[in-house]
């Protein structure tokens, strides 16, 4: 039983079982610590508030780049797939922020080529000079297709002749193929993307990488100037082939083949081939989820046809210990070795499906607390990029101002020519010509460095040719300053009154003292703006250096509303980036998780399984019990604190465990079936006479049987009930109809009573004797208990009426009322009887009592009536009417009753005037005013007629009118019915 037992560990619910303790190791009994190197850059949700909504401009993502390069992180690793390429888009401060041109100063350059920004070009440029970016890419295992027959078999027809003209389009491809344009409609898409991308390949199988240009040629031939769908999927097909091209690089080449059961990777996406060509290095992404979804393993090295691409953790850890991936191999399946340039080889276990097991860090649940690796938010970074370029453009808009200045300064000219009259032109001509070529040189020398299609003397040249001409330009901005200044100095001193004498004097003096006013406001104003904001960056680096400085920073999507969030044992919303850093955290500091092989866990199952069978076998079942417990728990400990925390053993801990469990419960409801069914057999005997959850609990529990033969004095709560007038009832009609309204009546008060845990004494024809806490049944709230069971079986009753109010005996079911006794205190409850003939009951004056308060219901119209004790109790949760101080037949003492009439609060304001009106008649009579009790109780009649409480005591004012009682009358009502 225990070997077949142990196969648990191959069902999906025992995975399951198993994946769950391993979570809780993972997160208990951890004492991996995270690596200080290693730092998130988090794109969360206050960054998409800084920078905008995803997915960012590229330029965005190069522009950290930057900064983490110059606040000099160590490596950068980017979980991004960037694998489409990003338009350009033009970027100038002249534009506003939606869209409309602000100042056209076009002296200071025409928008040209140059000023545009290209995403690719800006995030190529800044993983170049940085590198030591380390970037995603996506892995497949699958092409997906649609799985019909019909249609895999018109692909593969469709694939054959686009391999021979793809430029054939749906009218012409559906007529060769004989098909309704709708169905080549319906697959010619994914089909051309796939021939585009075959035939670019072939070309593309030598060493020499094709052009654009060639490969639109030879494949579309005249119409590669269509701007059309083909076009698309051809240069998609291109960019793709480029991409790998560049990818190659950071593929492995193992000298031999790694002989293990790794994943594999039918197809790569790469990224954007600028981006490929840029980088250090490009890694994998992909992740692969257990059942459940939850991520605890990632596929350390994937295959692709003769090569091997590494996962992200794993090509940074060879940057960063200076491993050699080419000379790596793998021992007995499960442990890959890879050699350093100096010092011990790294050893990676892996699992039977050939990946490695996350090890996660202790500190790892509390990330969001900033308690594991450091997290920066990228908002932060980009803060200091937003500075730079506010900077930058707030030199741009200064230029924009001195241009002005500089045309104030320079004025106009006339110029004559021999076929005109005399022109006026702008004195600043030159000036104007001179900006615009350094701009245009500018844009130039810069489009020239991220495009990197100039060689280097052309490009030094470039930059050269724009410094000089910027010194120019600075020269002249200085000139015109001081020009200005020193014209308007003369001009102030000239009184307003000769000014006015002259138009031309009034116009000068207007227009440079509006280029002073901008040097003096809208100058001065930015120069105050830009060192606020030096002094803001030069802050921002002195907080982020020590943070950035050395460190090993992950760039990973980290908002909530959407992107990389995956479960993992840590936390159920874990940003996939940080998988990533685990994994690298991991072979930094060499711990790893090793699972246990399948074939050493079931043994030990098995060997645990036969050791808790033979102590279950031959020993008591306390012992047993106990046994079995101290080792589960000492093989919980072992498994946890040793194997897992110690030396980073996955050792299975639920099929085990369960094994144990099980193995001991078969074994021990194997010895104890005998005595089982000797307890199901005094169940059923004792069912005959009490409910059969009594019954059962009396028959389990020891201690009940015990009680159930002890006679004790006890507090306890007894419940009388009958059904009015039902004895005349019965002699009215057949007996099969009596024993059907009777039966139905008794089983459906005894399911109501039993469901609050009452138990039944005895059937008393139609009337019912229960109590409440009972020597085997204790109730610590038993007199609450009993009320509420009262007004179930009064609703129960309700109940009854309606659901046979269309049964033959309707009339019958109709007619009955049901009264009921309530009483508590002191009895004695145990079996009482003969050897022959013995009862689970109880005996006592309170016992009694509830038997008289039960017809008692009638002198006064109630259906529920309580003694004080009761009342006294429960008070607090229920509405009462007093009704007297009764005095039953054969008791000398007196006794107060009460109608039970409803829950706390549920009494409407009309019944409780009633009862308060009823109340005080009591005390009218119990203080002996016979004839202010008579006029109370009739004035309630007037209201009330058939009030029988009220006709009781204006009978017993009248007949105590013509017989005073004795002197020490009690103000009891005596009952003289029994």
């Given at each position: 039983?225990?070997?077949?037992?142990?196969?648990?560990?191959?069902?999906?619910?025992?995975?399951?079982?198993?994946?769950?303790?391993?979570?809780?190791?993972?997160?208990?009994?951890?004492?991996?610590?995270p690596?200080?190197?290693?730092?998130?850059?988090?794109?969360?949700?206050?960054?998409?508030?800084?920078?905008?909504?995803?997915?960012?401009?590229?330029?965005?993502?190069?522009?950290?780049?930057?900064?983490?390069?110059?606040?000099?992180?160590?490596?950068?690793?980017?979980?991004?797939?960037?694998?489409?390429?990003?338009?350009?888009?033009?970027?100038?401060?002249?534009?506003?922020?939606?869209?409309?041109?602000?100042?056209?100063?076009?002296?200071?350059?025409?928008?040209?080529?140059?000023?545009?920004?290209?995403?690719?070009?800006?995030?190529?440029?800044?993983?170049?000079?940085?590198?030591?970016?380390?970037?995603?890419?996506?892995?497949?295992?699958?092409?997906?297709?649609?799985?019909?027959?019909?249609?895999?078999?018109?692909?593969?027809?469709?694939?054959?002749?686009?391999?021979?003209?793809?430029?054939?389009?749906?009218?012409?491809?559906?007529?060769?193929?004989?098909?309704?344009?709708?169905?080549?409609?319906?697959?010619?898409?994914?089909?051309?993307?796939?021939?585009?991308?075959?035939?670019?390949?072939?070309?593309a199988?030598?060493?020499?990488?094709?052009?654009?240009?060639?490969?639109?040629?030879?494949?579309?031939?005249?119409r590669?100037?269509?701007?059309?769908?083909?076009?698309?999927?051809?240069?998609?097909?291109?960019?793709?082939?480029?991409?790998?091209?560049a990818?190659?690089?950071?593929?492995?080449?193992?000298?031999?083949?790694?002989?293990?059961?790794?994943?594999?990777?039918?197809?790569?996406?790469?990224p954007?081939?600028?981006?490929?060509?840029?980088?250090?290095?490009?890694?994998?992404?992909?992740?692969?989820?257990?059942?459940?979804?939850t991520?605890?393993?990632?596929?350390?090295?994937?295959?692709?046809?003769?090569?091997?691409?590494?996962?992200?953790?794993?090509?940074?850890?060879?940057?960063?210990?200076?491993?050699?991936?080419?000379?790596?191999?793998?021992?007995?399946?499960?442990?890959?070795?890879?050699?350093?340039?100096?010092?011990?080889?790294?050893?990676?276990?892996?699992?039977?499906?050939?990946?490695?097991?996350?090890?996660?860090?202790?500190?790892?649940?509390?990330?969001?607390?900033?308690?594991?690796?450091?997290?920066?938010?990228?908002?932060?970074?980009?803060?200091?990029?937003?500075?730079?370029?506010q900077?930058?453009?707030?030199?741009?808009?200064?230029?924009?101002?001195?241009?002005?200045?500089?045309?104030?300064?320079?004025?106009?000219?006339?110029?004559?020519?021999?076929?005109?009259?005399?022109?006026?032109?702008?004195?600043?001509?030159?000036?104007?010509?001179?900006?615009?070529?350094?701009?245009?040189?500018?844009?130039?020398?810069?489009?020239?460095?991220?495009?990197?299609?100039?060689?280097?003397?052309?490009l030094?040249?470039?930059?050269?040719?724009?410094?000089?001409?910027?010194?120019?330009i600075?020269?002249?901005?200085?000139?015109?300053?001081?020009a200005?200044?020193?014209?308007?100095?003369?001009?102030?001193?000239?009184?307003?009154?000769?000014?006015?004498?002259?138009?031309?004097?009034?116009?000068?003096?207007?227009?440079?003292?509006?280029?002073?006013d901008?040097?003096?406001?809208?100058?001065?104003?930015?120069?105050?703006?830009?060192?606020?904001?030096?002094?803001?960056?030069?802050?921002?680096?002195?907080?982020?250096?020590?943070?950035?400085?050395?460190?090993?920073?992950?760039?990973?999507?980290?908002?909530?509303?959407?992107?990389?969030?995956?479960?993992?044992?840590?936390?159920?919303?874990?940003?996939?980036?940080?998988?990533?850093?685990?994994?690298?955290?991991?072979?930094?500091?060499?711990?790893?998780?090793?699972?246990?092989?399948?074939?050493t866990?079931?043994?030990?199952?098995?060997?645990?399984g036969?050791?808790?069978?033979?102590?279950?076998?031959?020993?008591?079942?306390?012992?047993?019990?106990?046994?079995?417990?101290?080792?589960?728990l000492?093989?919980?400990?072992?498994?946890?604190?040793?194997?897992?925390?110690?030396?980073?053993?996955?050792?299975?801990?639920?099929?085990?465990?369960?094994?144990?469990?099980?193995?001991?419960?078969?074994?021990?409801?194997?010895?104890?079936?005998?005595?089982?069914?000797?307890?199901?057999?005094?169940?059923?005997?004792?069912?005959q006479?009490?409910?059969?959850?009594?019954?059962?609990?009396?028959?389990?529990?020891?201690?009940?049987?015990?009680?159930?033969?002890?006679?004790?004095?006890?507090?306890?709560?007894?419940?009388?009930?009958?059904?009015?007038?039902f004895?005349?009832?019965s002699?009215?009609?057949?007996?099969?109809?009596?024993?059907?309204?009777?039966?139905?009546?008794?089983?459906?008060?005894?399911?109501?009573?039993?469901?609050?845990?009452?138990?039944?004494?005895?059937?008393?024809?139609?009337?019912?004797?229960?109590?409440?806490?009972?020597?085997?049944?204790?109730?610590?709230?038993?007199?609450?208990?009993?009320?509420?069971?009262?007004?179930?079986?009064?609703?129960?009753?309700?109940?009854l009426?309606?659901?046979?109010?269309?049964?033959?005996?309707?009339?019958?079911?109709?007619?009955?009322?049901?009264?009921?006794?309530?009483?508590?205190?002191?009895?004695?409850?145990?079996?009482?009887?003969?050897?022959?003939?013995?009862?689970?009951?109880?005996?006592?004056?309170?016992?009694?009592?509830?038997?008289?308060?039960?017809?008692?219901?009638?002198?006064?119209?109630?259906?529920?009536?309580?003694?004080?004790?009761?009342?006294?109790?429960?008070?607090?949760?229920?509405?009462?009417?007093?009704?007297?101080?009764?005095?039953?037949?054969?008791?000398?003492?007196?006794?107060?009753?009460?109608?039970?009439?409803?829950?706390?609060?549920?009494?409407?304001?009309?019944?409780?005037?009633?009862?308060?009106?009823?109340?005080?008649?009591?005390e009218?009579?119990?203080?002996?005013?016979?004839?202010?009790?008579?006029?109370?109780?009739?004035?309630?009649?007037?209201?009330?007629?058939?009030?029988?409480?009220?006709?009781?005591?204006?009978?017993?004012?009248?007949?105590?009118?013509?017989?005073?009682?004795?002197?020490?009358?009690?103000?009891?009502?005596?009952?003289?019915?029994?």
């Open positions: 039983m225990t070997a077949s037992l142990s196969m648990l560990f191959n069902t999906e619910a025992g995975r399951i079982a198993e994946y769950w303790t391993f979570d809780a190791r993972m997160r208990f009994c951890n004492n991996v610590l690596s200080t190197p290693i730092v998130h850059i988090d794109i969360d949700n206050s960054a998409l508030e800084r920078v905008g909504r995803w997915p960012w401009h590229r330029q965005h993502v190069a522009e950290i780049i930057r900064s983490l390069h110059e606040l000099g992180a160590a490596n950068i690793f980017i979980d991004l797939l960037l694998s489409e390429p990003e338009s350009a888009y033009l970027d100038d401060p002249r534009i506003g922020q939606f869209g409309e041109s602000g100042d056209p100063a076009t002296a200071l350059g025409e928008f040209t080529e140059e000023n545009y920004v290209y995403p690719d070009l800006e995030l190529a440029a800044a993983m170049r000079e940085a590198g030591n970016v380390i970037l995603g890419m996506e892995a497949r295992n699958i092409r997906a297709t649609d799985g019909s027959k019909e249609k895999a078999e018109l692909r593969t027809r469709m694939e054959d002749m686009l391999r021979k003209r793809f430029t054939l389009d749906e009218q012409e491809l559906a007529k060769s193929l004989g098909q309704p344009v709708s169905e080549v409609a319906s697959v010619i898409a994914g089909v051309k993307t796939r021939i585009a991308e075959e035939l670019v390949m072939k070309l199988g030598g060493n020499k990488l094709p052009s654009e240009e060639s490969v639109l040629t030879a494949i579309l031939g005249e590669k100037e269509t701007q059309n769908a083909d076009r698309k999927d051809v240069q998609q097909a291109y960019f793709i082939m480029r991409g790998l091209r990818v190659e690089r950071s593929l492995i080449r193992p000298a031999a083949p790694l002989d293990a059961a790794l994943h594999s990777a039918t197809e790569l996406v790469p954007c081939h600028r981006l490929t060509d840029a980088v250090a290095t490009v890694a994998a992404v992909n992740f692969t989820p257990d059942i459940g979804g991520l605890r393993r990632v596929p350390l090295i994937l295959k692709y046809h003769d090569t091997y691409v590494p996962h992200m953790g794993l090509a940074g850890a060879c940057r960063i210990l200076g491993l050699m991936p080419e000379k790596m191999t793998i021992e007995d399946s499960s442990t890959v070795v890879i050699p350093r340039t100096s010092g011990d080889p790294i050893r990676i276990p892996l699992d039977e499906t050939g990946e490695m097991v996350i090890q996660w860090t202790r500190t790892a649940p509390h990330w969001r607390a900033d308690a594991d690796f450091k997290h920066i938010t990228a908002a932060k970074l980009y803060a200091l990029v937003d500075a730079k370029k900077l930058s453009n707030n030199e741009r808009l200064r230029d924009y101002k001195l241009a002005d200045v500089v045309a104030v300064s320079k004025g106009q000219l006339k110029v004559t020519t021999a076929s005109g009259p005399a022109e006026s032109v702008h004195a600043d001509h030159a000036f104007r010509k001179r900006v615009n070529e350094q701009l245009v040189i500018a844009r130039k020398a810069h489009l020239a460095r991220l495009r990197a299609d100039s060689s280097p003397d052309q030094a040249s470039l930059e050269k040719q724009a410094a000089i001409l910027l010194d120019e600075r020269r002249d901005q200085r000139q015109a300053i001081t200005v200044q020193l014209t308007c100095q003369e001009i102030d001193e000239i009184s307003p009154d000769e000014l006015a004498k002259d138009a031309a004097a009034m116009e000068d003096a207007r227009r440079y003292r509006w280029a002073r901008l040097i003096n406001n809208d100058i001065a104003r930015i120069d105050a703006a830009n060192k606020s904001l030096t002094e803001s960056i030069t802050a921002l680096r002195a907080e982020l250096a020590p943070e950035i400085k050395g460190k090993h920073t992950f760039i990973g999507y980290a908002a909530t509303a959407e992107g990389d969030i995956v479960p993992t044992p840590i936390d159920p919303r874990t940003i996939g980036v940080m998988c990533h850093a685990h994994v690298l955290n991991g072979i930094l500091q060499d711990r790893f998780i090793s699972p246990a092989g399948r074939r866990e079931r043994g030990i199952a098995i060997l645990l036969a050791i808790v069978s033979l102590v279950t076998a031959t020993r008591g079942p306390r012992f047993a019990l106990l046994s079995t417990l101290g080792l589960m000492a093989y919980v400990l072992f498994v946890c604190l040793v194997l897992f925390q110690r030396w980073g053993i996955w050792f299975a801990l639920a099929a085990p465990v369960t094994t144990l469990f099980i193995t001991w419960a078969f074994v021990t409801l194997f010895r104890q079936f005998t005595a089982e069914r000797d307890k199901r057999m005094f169940a059923k005997q004792l069912s006479y009490t409910s059969p959850i009594i019954a059962s609990r009396i028959a389990e529990n020891p201690d009940a049987v015990a009680a159930f033969k002890t006679v004790q004095t006890r507090d306890m709560t007894f419940f009388f009930s009958d059904l009015a007038g004895t005349t009832i002699e009215k009609e057949n007996p099969e109809v009596v024993q059907h309204v009777l039966n139905t009546y008794l089983e459906r008060m005894s399911r109501v009573i039993w469901s609050h845990r009452g138990l039944i004494n005895k059937f008393m024809g139609d009337g019912i004797m229960a109590f409440f806490n009972p020597s085997v049944d204790p109730l610590e709230d038993h007199v609450s208990i009993a009320c509420e069971t009262c007004m179930a079986t009064i609703e129960e009753l309700d109940k009426k309606r659901d046979f109010a269309n049964d033959k005996d309707a009339r019958i079911f109709e007619q009955l009322s049901m009264r009921i006794g309530l009483s508590t205190g002191l009895c004695k409850n145990g079996d009482l009887g003969s050897e022959l003939k013995a009862d689970y009951t109880v005996i006592g004056d309170v016992v009694n009592l509830a038997a008289r308060l039960e017809p008692a219901n009638k002198v006064f119209g109630s259906r529920i009536m309580v003694s004080g004790a009761v009342r006294n109790l429960v008070k607090d949760k229920f509405e009462f009417r007093y009704l007297a101080e009764l005095q039953v037949k054969g008791k000398a003492a007196t006794v107060p009753v009460y109608e039970l009439l409803c829950r706390k609060g549920a009494l409407s304001e009309e019944e409780r005037t009633y009862v308060d009106r009823f109340e005080a008649g009591v009218l009579y119990k203080q002996g005013k016979w004839d202010e009790c008579i006029v109370h109780f009739t004035r309630i009649l007037a209201r009330r007629f058939d009030d029988v409480g009220a006709s009781r005591y204006v009978d017993a004012c009248t007949e105590f009118k013509r017989f005073p009682p004795d002197d020490g009358w009690n103000g009891a009502l005596e009952l003289k019915e029994k």
